[in-house]
């Protein structure tokens, strides 16, 4: 398969999760802006926009990596697949289905699993996409320190 039809395979999984997500995030909003949050909570534009460079610096990162043919680079797509699924999964028990305690457990999971991927961006890329990359396991954590403090305030 040429390296264009790959990136366009990436393209498509990164669309379907942003708009998985999106969708699910959407279900929820209402119920979700009767929680009570921490005092020191983003503005909410600020997920959209994070969320957005995120799934832009990941697609440039999987596509230039699959370029350099990297005999590892099934792992590195499993990798990236298994945080989409995790990021869908989050969305839709958090804000879906309102589970708050199994959106802690979830986004733990997704944490663990970014710094995974992380860790195999570094041994597969190059140093540039490493360092863009590295806003992926942040964001995560800090999703995962607001999701909790959710979960404790409500």
Same mark, same amino acid.
């Given at each position: ?5 790959? *990136? ?12 998985? $997500? ?15 949050? /921490?005092?020191?909570?983003? /503005? ?11 799934? %832009?610096?990941? =697609? ?6 699959? @370029? ?5 680079? @099934?792992? +590195? ?10 990021? %869908?999964?989050?969305?839709?028990? =958090? ?5 708050? =305690?199994? $959106? ?14 992380? *860790?195999?961006?570094? @041994?597969?890329?190059? /140093? ?17 320190? +607001? ?8």
């Amino acid at each position: 398969m040429s390296t264009a039809k790959k *990136c366009v395979l990436v393209a498509i999984g990164i669309i379907i999760v942003a708009v998985l $997500g999106s969708v699910f995030t959407s279900l929820g909003q209402q119920w979700y802006r009767t929680l009570q949050h /921490p005092s020191e909570w983003p /503005p909410a534009f600020l997920f959209a926009v994070v969320w957005t460079v995120v799934y %832009i610096i990941t =697609f440039f990162t999987l596509c230039n990596t699959v @370029k350099e043919q990297n005999s590892d680079v @099934k792992k +590195l797509i499993v990798l990236a697949i298994f945080n989409g699924v995790l990021n %869908i999964l989050w969305c839709l028990v =958090f804000f879906t289905l309102q589970q708050l =305690f199994l $959106g802690v457990v979830i986004i733990v999971l997704n944490l663990a699993a970014a710094i995974l991927l992380i *860790c195999e961006v570094k @041994k597969q890329s190059k /140093p540039l996409w490493y360092y863009l990359m590295l806003i992926y396991p942040i964001w995560v954590g800090i999703a995962t320190t +607001l999701n909790t403090a959710v979960w404790i305030l409500n």
